[in-house]
């Protein structure tokens, strides 16, 4: 399966080298993973093309769902991936298990607990009788995606508190939007649950917090983007253009006069009320975003470090060798 990865990464490298000339004349499509909006707000903005300077010149963007990290690893070594917007252990995954080491760090999307914004919540029925995670143990414990930030979250403090999969518990994995029936249904015993769904979750007073995921990592940069070397190299202009459009927007969705306006781009891409967000998006209900979304690299490294130490991954990488910070640095120049 390594050897299969490695060949469909260098084709695919191949592949995005020759396509830099044949589309030197037309704008650049990047293809974009996302997995939660509003949590990643990026994959919204381009409903309103009229607001990117650069949009249809240089570049356009095609957003594409992946339900966690793990396929984003496979679509980026077998081309079918641009950008990745995944969990920093997957940035240890890529270069480590997947042999791609030419993986940068080029931007970043969420941060969880940071400081006293919102963090990722892993809950249980409110009259179930866990209280503390060493009741966790013999149970069935939901994940969105295997090797994902809340999936390697939830196995850390599990961990520490001297609980290891398969021979402490089970995990099954489920999308986001099915964690909470199958809590209700008595399926998994905990669910992993992020924005919106905690929101709606806690107005039911159904389900309670048992621990978050700040409880676990410390602060986390949730979501870096990455993108491969032989992408960035062919189509680096496109690609500060891109960050500048999208640095400006970010300014624009937290000046607070446009809130309304933004509230409804969010609601319109995820088919919900503008009510449903009005009491918390955008404030510290929210995740915290970088206006600039320029990454935390220590909050990455620290979160490598970690999973490392509690035998998640076999050993950390040197995060500052795998990033490159100099496409969001100039399109700041540029975007202010």
Known sequence: MMRRIRIAAAVAALLTLAAGGARADGPVKITLAWTTVPGQLLASFYQHPEMLKHYGKSYTVQPVYYKGSGPQITALAAGELDLALYAPDALAYSVE?????????????TRDGHGDYNSRKYMVLANSPIRTIEDLKGKVLGTNSIAGAMDTAMRVILRRHGLQDRRDFQVVELDFPHQFPALLAGKIDLASIPLPFSVSVEKTGKARTLFTMKDAMGESDMTIITARGAFIAAHRAALVDFFEDTQRVMHWFYDPANRPAALAMVAAFTKRPTSFFAD????????????????????????????AKMGLLKRPIDVAKYADLSLVDDAAKRSR
């Open 280 to 307: 918390w998006l955008l404030t510290k209900k929210d995740d915290y975003r970088d206006p600039d979304i320029r990454p935390n690299l220590k909050a990455v490294q620290h979160d490598i470090n970690i999973e």
């Open 97 to 109: 298990n997947a042999g791609l080491k030419d993986i940068r760090v080029i931007g970043d999307a």
